[in-house]
């Protein structure tokens, strides 16, 4: 088990705390293990694909590119790197929506970043740095819209507030009133 602590917490106090939490320490060690592991995409027809929260069944064909339509068209040429190319494609698509989604927010709320990057973030959906650039996880692209507009929302406010502090909520709840609810979507 590794511990992460302060440079300046004693050793001793470390030890104790340990033997403070044990019981709730293993049962979060046994939740993570026994949590069921997503199944691996067999990218095959009718194989289901999320994108903005509705699912889409793949269908290979003989097309040029990734396409939505009805269904995930998805070219057989990309089938000895599907995993590659279906991440850029979702990279691609999350940095066109989430752009367009934080240029109409930022302007109603009177705010302006510097940019935005798509990463591959696994424990965060978005941050805000010190110099206002803004940054998603591209896994984001798989909630609905109403969700993508909240992480958007959240990491505008904040340009102005850089804390989750009373008057940084009461911003993010001034551009969506809802964001309790939809913040609760990402923890599923």
């Given amino acids: 088990m590794i511990v992460r602590a302060p440079l300046r ?62 269904n995930l068209i998805f070219p057989e040429k990309f089938l000895s790197k599907a995993k590659i190319k279906i991440s850029a494609w979702y990279r691609a698509e999350a940095k066109e929506i989430i752009t367009d989604r934080a240029i109409i927010f930022a302007k109603q709320m009177g705010v302006k970043f510097s940019s935005i990057k798509i990463n591959s973030a696994q424990k965060r959906w978005g ?27 959240h990491e505008l406010a904040h340009i102005v507030h850089k804390h989750h502090q009373k008057t940084f909520w009461q911003l993010v709840a001034a551009y969506c009133p809802d964001y309790k609810r939809l913040r609760g979507c990402l923890r599923g």
């Avoid at 996880?137 to 969700?147: A, N, R, S, T, Y």
């Fill in 127 to 153: 941050s805000c740095s010190h110099k206002n650039q803004l940054n998603f996880g591209w896994k984001l692209i798989l909630q609905p819209i109403e969700v993508v507009d909240y992480v958007v929302i």
């Fill in 9 to 70: 917490v004693s050793d001793s106090y470390i030890q104790k705390l340990i033997q403070e939490k044990m019981p709730w320490i293993q049962k979060k060690i046994a939740a993570v293990k026994n949590r069921p592991q997503p199944k691996e995409k067999q990218f095959i027809d009718g194989e289901e694909f999320l994108y903005l929260g509705e699912k889409y069944q793949l269908k290979v064909t003989k097309a040029k590119k990734i396409e939505l339509k009805d």
